[in-house]
Every structure is written in structure tokens, then in C-alpha cells.
């Protein structure tokens, strides 16, 4: 997607001065809020004439424990020199996560900004990639999307022209192969469709599933304006263009638990969230009923880091997981906050069906800096309902221009979000240009239960004829990682009358310690290798509620009540320091009486209470005293003989 539309001539010149401007004065040229004007997405370099093929060796590129897979590369599996490949859609099969297919514009070299429609797949959870060629050889093509439903098809919708039209329209094809092959099903050329276009289907159990809807700028094909299309018959013909109310560019769509349609992006002057309740009806003309201003904490931007291209898009997903956060809407773009000239990723959520919006939270979390660049940011919800977020981030370059895909996620609905996290080394984003000077406009990442799938483009390869590195794709898994703030033990802790108090231990792994004492209150405290200020704790097996939890220095202490004898409470510990991120479920052993911990009440326990009977309680006897009042008596000796024969495993 390019964003606006001027002479051939003129736009070339004018960013090669400002590109050689930037680089003599050490600053990036300025990023400038995206214009409303006629985009210049056009046929205006004919293909590259044919050449001789070089090949390399494809790139693996890891950063820690995350491994960068290329996929733009040929069919023995090598790196194609001299070509450029981004702007990258991913989807995944649901039934198969192994399969995945990844669509791009492609470049087939450098010296020609002509694109076409690539794509390539996988069967392998992405650690090998195939690259059959392009849907349509020397048809112009751009601004890939690509999605599955869920039966494992994947569609994929393009924008088309060629150098006989000064429009553009949308055309969308199927796979019913896993990726390996495509089929035309609706050509809209000249009937439908736009620049900026973007797709969902309707993958709920309501009356519109299978129903497939789009949205576009609506320049060239279909008129002026934001349009809407439908698609009742998975995609083989859609219905009218209709005007989106307010506007909705450069956004995507999703669809809840009922059905309703929401399409997220900027309007004219501001941020949109538009809901149509009976685009599900096949029989109805889709209206919109609700249209909600969103603010985003600044606008949408173009050039800088990114000289002919956006800085980044609006993404809108929904929460379909079922859970408490079931249908909570999102919305995440890079924006340029008001006053600066660079970008920070800046999320939003409603809670009531889009009809508020929370004030905007800046997901970058390193010190706001106003000469960084945190771009091309995105979002998906995995089917338990975690956020994952990834982007491009230049947080660590002296240059502030080398980038670094980053991650961070969410397990609470966006309420907090755990650390950033580098996922990839850093690369230039201003080398490799295919003849037009951006690295595309977005990326794209679907989320599982346990991680994200990315697509990225970055210049990882060396071209050592040309002297720089080259665009291409690429694949990585990120997923939610221990965090650096690590649980190092945790006890049971209460206190024995004026004799202090005592701790029984509970390993974290392995067999559970033994809590012997009776109380109407445990304390279970767990502490971590550094200071620790929130924090939540969650029964995941036994008896038991969780009370009130304070924090003291490195330790966490959680106070459980409504505790049964002769068991086991497993306690789930997470988003310590509000990190989104589990840090380890800890077994506690209850059994009243058993002050051996032998983990049963018997005659050795009896034996033990009458040779210390009378004791005051000591750091040696303290499970001696059952009922805690300071002194091993007569109680503790009728709670052994009370409980005897009671066990836990």
C-alpha cells in the first residue's frame, strides 16, 4: 500500500532528495500524518527483464531461543539473489498448525518496482518453506491478505491492475491444498474492491458463518471513500460496495461471539470502531448501527523510518475465547503521538461492545524516547484469549534507524502486558529497496494457545554484488517466556502464640512439603530474586480460597483459608510486577497431624508428641505444636490420635 498519488517523476525525485538529506544530515527525513488523497498503488515500471538466476544459501537467522526462518526462497530451498519480498500476510490451518502459508508482494528484482502476488508454505510449523511463484505471472499485484477458515482452507485477496487501467480492484483466490496451490473463485475487476483492502470470515456457529466481508479505501474500483463488501457464498461473489459510516482506513475487521461485524481503522480525522449487527443476515442490506471516535493517543504516519510507506496500520481483534474476556474488542496501531515526529504502539479495548474505548496504553516499554521509532505494530488473540504484539523497534540503534522485531503479551485483556522482548537481530530497513523506497506497510501475526506465528520482512542476506543486504521474508515463532524475575522458594508460614514464627517448606517441583499445623488461616509465601510489588495467586487444584495478598521485599505472601485436611492445593503464581507471564504452580501438602511428614498420621507421630510433650515450641519441634499456642500439650497429642490413618499421596 502506498498512500498517496503524484507524478511518477516527481515522487521519485522528491524522496531520493529527502533520502540523501537524511543520510548528509545524520536524521531521518519526518514522518508526516497520512494524507487523504488518491493513492499512488499503480502500474509504473514494467517487469524487470529476464536475467540470470543467482542463488545463496537461505537464511536462518536466531537471536537467543528465537529462530528466523526465510521464506521467499526457491524450490530447492535456496535464497533467490536479487530479488525483494514484504509486505507479509500469515495464516494458519486451525486443524493443523503445522500449516501455515505466508503471502508477500514480490519483487522479482530490484531494479523494477513491478510486484506480484508471491506466496509461500509450509507443512512443517515453518522450518521449511516452499515458494511455488506468483498467482498470476506479470499481472500487477499488491497489498496481500490472506486468511483460513476453519476447516484449514486459506484464501487470499489481492489487489490487481495492469498497464491498460488506472484502477484497481480485488480479486480473491482458495486453497484447498495447504497453501500448495490457488484457485480463482471471485473476479472483481472492475466490479469491487480497492486499495488498502482488507478481509475476515465469519467463523462463528451463527447465521452468517462462512459469510466472508471486506473493506477498502474504495479508490479506483468502487467509487470514493471507505467501502464495505459482503460475501455470502465464501467468497464467490459480493455483494454492492456500501459506505462505511465515519471511515475505517487503513484497518482490518473481526467478528464476535454473535456474530456482529466491527471494522476498526482512522476515519477522516480520527479513529473509528463500526459495528454492523446484521451483516449476518444474508437477506438484509448491511447497515452500520453503532459508530464509536477511538482514540488512539496520536494518528497514523508515513515516511521517516519508512520513507514511501505508512508507518504502520490499525489492527482490530476480537476475543472469542469464551472466558471472562470473552468479545472484548482491541484495537493497536503505531502512532504518532501528538507533538512528535516518530511513532510508539498504542492499544485500546472495549469491554461493551464497542461502545467505549479505554484511554490508549503505550505497549513499548522502554523510556519514552521522542527520536525512537516502534513501527508496523500488530495483534492477534489466540483462542484462550492471551494478546500477542509484535513490531519493529529501533530502541537499541546508535543510528536509530537499525530495527529489531520486538514482542510483548497479554493474559488479562490488555490490562497489563508483559516486558518486551527481542525477537530478532537487528536489521537496516533502508537497504534492499525494490526500486521504491519502503519495506512494505505491515506485518501480520495469528496467535495459538501457547505463541504466535510472525510474518516479518527483514535484510538479513548479504548481497555481495549489489554491496547491501536484501528484502525479504520471513518466518518466527514467539510465544510468552519465563520471566527474568525467577521464583526461587516457597513455605507455609504461621506463627506459634509468643514462641515466633515457623516455616514448613514446599518444594517447587517434585513432592509436596507437609503442612501438619491446623489453622483457619495458611500464609503461603513465595519468594523471587528480586523485589516484588503485585502479583496473583490462583487455586488450580484442592481446597482452598485465595485471600488477601501483600508484598514485602522479594516475597509475595498469599492468605489462604477454607483449607481441607489430608490434601493437596496446587497455587498458580503469575504477572508478578504486572508482567502477563505464569511463574510456576507450587503443590502444598495438608495434613493435620503428620509431624514427621511422612505423609501419613501414625504411630511414629504419637510416639514423637509424648517424648516432647510439655516442650515450649523451638526452631526443632515447631510441628509439634498443631493448634500453634507455643507449647507441644495435651491438644496437639488428642489431634494426632483424632486424625490417625488420614494420608496424602
Known amino acids: ?68 526462518h526465510q521464506v521467499n526462497v526457491n524450490a530447492s530451498g535456496q535464497n533467490i539473489v536479487g530479488d525483494a519480498a514484504n509486505e507479509c500476510s500469515i495464516s494458519v490451518d ?46 500487477f499485484r499488491s497489498d496481500p491478505v490472506t486468511n483460513s477458515n476453519e476447516i484449514g482452507q486459506f484464501f487470499y485477496l489481492s ?63 468502487s467509487g470514493s471513500g471507505v467501502e464495505f463488501q459482503r460475501s455470502t457464498n465464501g467468497g464467490v461473489t459480493w455483494q454492492a460496495p456500501i459506505v462505511v459510516p465515519g471511515g475505517t ?21 480520527n479513529f473509528n470502531c463500526v459495528r454492523s ?53 482491541y484495537m493497536l496501531a503505531s502512532v504518532v503521538p501528538p507533538g512528535r515526529s516518530t511513532t510508539d504502539v498504542m492499544f485500546v479495548r472495549s469491554t461493551d461492545g ?24 500488530t495483534l492477534s488473540v489466540a483462542p484462550n484469549g492471551r494478546i500477542d504484539s509484535v513490531w519493529y523497534d529501533t530502541r537499541n540503534a546508535a543510528n536509530n534507524t537499525d530495527s529489531q522485531l520486538f514482542y510483548s503479551w497479554s493474559t488479562d485483556g ?43 520482512s527483514a535484510t538479513f542476506n548479504f548481497n555481495a554484488t549489489r554491496g547491501q543486504h536484501e528484502e525479504d521474508v520471513y518466518y518466527v515463532r514467539v510465544a510468552p517466556t519465563t520471566s527474568a524475575l525467577n521464583l526461587t522458594s516457597a513455605v507455609s508460614r504461621l506463627t506459634h502464640g509468643t514462641a515466633g514464627t515457623f516455616d514448613v517448606n514446599m518444594p517447587l517441583t517434585g513432592t509436596s512439603g507437609v503442612e501438619c499445623r491446623s489453622a483457619t488461616t ?64 507450587v503443590p502444598f501438602g495438608f495434613l493435620t497431624a503428620d509431624v514427621n511428614g511422612n505423609r501419613i498420621v501414625d504411630r511414629p507421630d504419637q510416639q514423637q508428641l509424648r517424648a516432647d510433650r510439655g516442650q515450649p515450641v523451638t526452631a526443632a519441634n515447631f510441628r509439634d505444636d498443631i493448634n500453634l499456642s507455643g507449647i507441644v500439650d495435651t491438644p496437639d497429642f488428642q489431634s494426632v490420635q483424632t486424625n490417625r490413618g488420614h494420608s496424602i499421596p
Open 1 to 68: 500500500m502506498i498512500r498517496f498519488r503524484m507524478f511518477a517523476g516527481s515522487v521519485i525525485t522528491c524522496l531520493l532528495s529527502l533520502f540523501l538529506l537524511s543520510i548528509a544530515s545524520g536524521q531521518l527525513a519526518p514522518t508526516t500524518t497520512v494524507p487523504r488523497n488518491e493513492p499512488l498503488e499503480k502500474y509504473d515500471n514494467p517487469p524487470a527483464p529476464p536475467r540470470k538466476i543467482e542463488t545463496s544459501p537461505p537464511m536462518i537467522s536466531q537471536f537467543g531461543s528465537f529462530i528466523s
Open 354 to 377: 464497542g461502545l467505549t474505548f479505554s484511554v490508549p496504553r503505550r505497549i513499548n516499554d522502554d523510556p519514552v524516547n521522542p527520536s525512537k521509532w516502534h513501527w508496523f505494530g
Open 414 to 456: 490488555g490490562v497489563t502486558w508483559a516486558a518486551n522482548v527481542e525477537v530478532s537481530n537487528a536489521f537496516n530497513p533502508f537497504e534492499g529497496y525494490p526500486n521504491q523506497s519502503k519495506i512494505g506497510d505491515y506485518i501480520t501475526v495469528v496467535s495459538d494457545n501457547t505463541g504466535g506465528n510472525v510474518a516479518y
Open 249 to 269: 482506513d487503513l484497518g482490518t475487521l473481526d467478528v464476535d461471539t454473535n456474530g456482529n461485524l466491527f471494522i476498526g481503522g482512522e476515519g477522516f480525522s
Open 159 to 221: 489487489l490487481q491492475s495492469d498497464v491498460n487501467t488506472s484502477f484497481f480492484c480485488d480479486d480473491l483466490w482458495r486453497s484447498m491444498n495447504g497453501g500448495q496451490s490457488w484457485t480463482l473463485l471471485s473476479g472483481e475487476r472492475g466490479g469491487g474492491g480497492g486499495d488498502k483492502q482488507w478481509f475476515t470470515i465469519d467463523k462463528t456457529n451463527g447465521t452468517g458463518h462462512g459469510f466472508q466481508y471486506q473493506s477498502d479505501d474504495g479508490f479506483n474500483c
Open 522 to 585: 495458611y500464609n503461603a509465601v513465595f519468594t523471587f530474586d528480586a523485589p516484588v510489588t503485585s502479583g496473583e495467586v490462583t487455586v488450580i487444584g484442592g481446597t482452598a480460597t485465595v485471600g488477601t495478598i501483600t508484598f514485602s521485599g522479594n516475597s509475595m505472601t498469599a492468605q489462604l483459608t477454607g483449607v481441607t485436611s489430608a490434601e493437596i492445593v496446587t497455587l498458580h503464581t503469575q504477572n508478578i510486577n504486572g508482567d502477563g507471564q505464569p511463574h510456576g504452580d
Open 94 to 139: 486451525p486443524t493443523n498448525g503445522n500449516k501455515m502459508t505466508i503471502a508477500w508482494r514480490q519483487f522479482n528484482d530490484v531494479t523494477s518496482n513491478f510486484r506480484q502476488a508471491g506466496w509461500g508454505f509450509t507443512s512443517d510449523g515453518g522450518t521449511t518453506w516452499t515458494f511455488p511463484g506468483v498467482l498470476e505471472n506479470n499481472v
Open 277 to 329: 449487527s446484521n451483516a449476518q443476515i444474508g437477506t438484509q442490506t448491511p447497515t452500520f448501527d453503532r459508530v464509536t471516535n477511538v482514540n488512539m493517543g496520536g494518528s497514523l504516519g508515513s515516511g521517516g523510518i519508512n520513507p514511501a510507506g505508512l508507518d504502520g496500520q490499525c489492527f482490530l481483534a476480537i476475543d472469542r475465547s469464551g472466558t471472562a474476556t470473552n468479545n472484548n474488542i
